[in-house]
């Protein structure tokens, strides 16, 4: 298969990592805090069966409605951020041959990270640090799924050549 192709894929399964972890984390964080604190299910006078059969449902209804269903809206924001931040800054990190773990990381959490810093303007400071962190983390996910890709699939021989340096810029 062609490098070409192969960077491609790359960047294609990078975006789905964000999807992919939103699908299996964020339902089952969810399906934890209901049972931890089970006092919206109304299961305080309910024989043991029922009050494992309304967790059971309420589970499944948060995996379908959070995981898949908004499944769909983390792969678009996550294809947004790979098509108009992710993809130039490969393209500039390529040209420089500095495609390293610890470039490819950071950068990939300022990513998934910076637009959010905008957006959330205005509001209160929790709020505002925790969607920031979250999406960064997202965006961190993105990148070291890329970089593992890139580092063992696509471009494996490029780590025995010679690591970039500025001297050579300055020429």
């Known amino acids: 298969m062609k490098k070409d192709v192969k960077t491609i894929l790359c960047l294609i399964l990078a975006t789905l990592t964000p999807t992919i972890i939103w699908i299996v984390f964020v339902p089952l964080t969810l399906s934890i805090m209901v049972l931890l604190d089970p006092s919206g299910l109304d299961i305080a006078n309910v024989n043991l069966p029922t009050q494992i059969f309304r967790f059971i449902l309420a589970a499944a209804m948060l995996y379908f409605w959070w995981g898949f269903f908004f499944a769909i809206f983390v792969f678009i924001l996550s294809s947004l951020h790979m098509l108009f931040l992710g993809i130039?800054?490969?393209?500039?990190?390529?040209?420089?041959?500095?495609?390293?773990?610890?470039?490819?990381?950071?950068?990939?959490f300022f990513i998934g990270g910076a637009p959010y810093i905008l957006f959330m303007l205005g509001s209160p400071m929790d709020e505002y640090v925790g969607v920031t962190m979250t999406m960064g983390l997202f965006g961190f996910s993105a990148g070291m799924a890329f970089w593992l890709l890139w580092r063992y699939w696509?471009?494996?021989e490029d780590y025995t050549k010679k690591l970039f340096s500025f001297t050579a810029l300055a020429r």
């Open 88 to 108: 130039p800054t490969f393209l500039i990190a390529n040209h420089l041959k500095i495609i390293r773990w610890y470039t490819v990381l950071p950068a990939s």
């Open 154 to 156: 696509v471009s494996p």
